[in-house]
C-alpha cells in the first residue's frame, strides 16, 4: 500500500491556529484543514500574512490539505443560497490563494422530487464546480442519506470538479457498510474525513477514537486503495474529552495499518 497522505483537522486540536500547527506536525502529519469561518478568514488574512502563513507551513513541511466552509443551513436551503453560494466561491478563491485544492462543505439533504426546489441541487454544483474550475479547486461535499441520487446528481455535472468528502460516521449512523458506502463513489471520491462509531443496542451512534469503532479502517483502506484514489485521508474528532489527544493517536493507528 502507498505511504497515505495524512492530515488533521485544526480545529479538533482546541487551541489557537499557531500552536495547533505545532502540535499537527508533531503527531506527524502532513497537512492540516483549516476552518475558513472559524479559524482562518479570507477577509482578515492580507497578502503579507498568507506569505508568512504558507512560509510557517513549508517550515513544518505542512501543507493545507482543505479548507472547511461550515454552514448554518443546508447547502441547498432556499434560505439566503445566494449568499451561501457567494461564501463557498469566495473560499475556493481563498484556497487558490493558499495553494489549496479542496474545499469542504457538509451538504445536508437534497429536496424532494415533489418540492419546488428539486432542480436547485444541479444548478447550484455546476455553478460552483464551474467556478471550482477556473480556480483550479474542487468542492467535495460531504452527503446525506440520498446515496443513489446524489451519485446521480453529481453525475450530471460538467461544468467543473465536484467529488465527494467520505466520511465514515454518518454511514455507520444509518446502519450502513462504509466499505461498500465508499466503494459507490469511486472515482467521485475526492477527501476522506478519518472518524469512528459505533451503536448501541437501539442503533444509536457515537463518535469514538479511531479504530475503537465499526469501521473495519484495514479493509476501508484497501477499498480505498483499489479506487486508486490519491487525495487526502484527514484525521477530525469532534466529541469526546481529548479531542488533541485522539486525533494524534489516530494518526499513530492509520499509520500502523500501513505498516501491517
Same mark, same amino acid.
Given at each position: 500500500?502507498?505511504?497515505?497522505?495524512?492530515?488533521?483537522?485544526?480545529?479538533?486540536?482546541?487551541?489557537?491556529?499557531?500552536?495547533?500547527?505545532?502540535?499537527?506536525?508533531?503527531?506527524?502529519?502532513?497537512?492540516?484543514?483549516?476552518?475558513?469561518?472559524?479559524?482562518?478568514?479570507?477577509d482578515e488574512l492580507s497578502a503579507t500574512g498568507r506569505?508568512?502563513?504558507?512560509?510557517?507551513?513549508?517550515?513544518?513541511?505542512?501543507?493545507?490539505?482543505?479548507?472547511?466552509?461550515?454552514?448554518?443551513?443546508?447547502?441547498?436551503?432556499?434560505?439566503?443560497?445566494?449568499?451561501?453560494?457567494?461564501?463557498?466561491?469566495?473560499?475556493?478563491?481563498?484556497?487558490?490563494?493558499?495553494?489549496?485544492? =479542496?474545499?469542504? %462543505?457538509?451538504? !445536508? &439533504?437534497? #429536496?424532494? $422530487?415533489?418540492? @419546488?426546489?428539486?432542480? *436547485?441541487? +444541479?444548478?447550484?454544483?455546476?455553478?460552483?464546480?464551474?467556478?471550482?474550475?477556473?480556480?483550479?479547486?474542487?468542492?467535495?461535499?460531504?452527503?446525506?442519506?440520498?446515496?443513489?441520487?446524489?451519485?446521480?446528481?453529481?453525475?450530471?455535472?460538467?461544468?467543473?470538479?465536484?467529488?465527494?468528502?467520505?466520511?465514515? =460516521?454518518?454511514? %455507520?449512523?444509518? !446502519? &450502513?457498510? #462504509?466499505? $461498500?458506502?465508499? @466503494?459507490?463513489?469511486? *472515482?467521485? +471520491?475526492?477527501?476522506?474525513?478519518?472518524?469512528?462509531?459505533?451503536?448501541?443496542?437501539?442503533?444509536?451512534?457515537?463518535?469514538?477514537?479511531?479504530?475503537?469503532?465499526?469501521?473495519?479502517?484495514q479493509e476501508l483502506l484497501a477499498v480505498i486503495y483499489?479506487?486508486?484514489?490519491?487525495?487526502?485521508?484527514?484525521?477530525?474528532?469532534?466529541?469526546?474529552?481529548? &479531542?488533541?489527544?485522539d486525533a494524534g493517536r489516530a494518526i499513530q493507528y492509520?499509520?500502523?495499518?500501513?505498516?501491517?
Amino acid at each position: 500500500m502507498r505511504p497515505l497522505p495524512l492530515a488533521i483537522a485544526t480545529r479538533c486540536l482546541s487551541r489557537p491556529l499557531k500552536p495547533s500547527l505545532v502540535l499537527a506536525a508533531q503527531f506527524g502529519a502532513a497537512g492540516v484543514q483549516l476552518d475558513c469561518r472559524n479559524e482562518l478568514k479570507a477577509d482578515e488574512l492580507s497578502a503579507t500574512g498568507r506569505r508568512e502563513l504558507l512560509h510557517r507551513l513549508e517550515e513544518m513541511r505542512l501543507s493545507i490539505a482543505a479548507l472547511d466552509l461550515p454552514l448554518r443551513r443546508g447547502l441547498f436551503d432556499p434560505e439566503r443560497l445566494d449568499a451561501r453560494i457567494a461564501a463557498l466561491k469566495q473560499a475556493m478563491d481563498f484556497a487558490s490563494l493558499l495553494r489549496c485544492r =479542496v474545499v469542504t %462543505v457538509r451538504m !445536508g &439533504r437534497l #429536496p424532494r $422530487e415533489n418540492e @419546488a426546489t428539486k432542480d *436547485t441541487p +444541479l444548478a447550484v454544483l455546476s455553478d460552483l464546480a464551474g467556478h471550482g474550475n477556473h480556480v483550479g479547486v474542487t468542492l467535495a461535499v460531504g452527503p446525506g442519506g440520498e446515496t443513489a441520487t446524489l451519485l446521480d446528481l453529481l453525475r450530471q455535472v460538467s461544468s467543473g470538479p465536484v467529488g465527494i468528502n467520505f466520511d465514515p =460516521v454518518p454511514v %455507520v449512523s444509518a !446502519g &450502513r457498510s #462504509p466499505l $461498500e458506502a465508499v @466503494a459507490g463513489w469511486g *472515482t467521485l +471520491l475526492s477527501y476522506v474525513t478519518v472518524r469512528d462509531a459505533t451503536r448501541d443496542a437501539d442503533g444509536l451512534a457515537t463518535e469514538v477514537p479511531v479504530g475503537r469503532g465499526e469501521v473495519a479502517w484495514q479493509e476501508l483502506l484497501a477499498v480505498i486503495y483499489e479506487l486508486d484514489y490519491r487525495g487526502w485521508f484527514c484525521v477530525d474528532r469532534t466529541q469526546g474529552d481529548d &479531542r488533541a489527544g485522539d486525533a494524534g493517536r489516530a494518526i499513530q493507528y492509520i499509520r500502523s495499518l500501513e505498516l501491517g
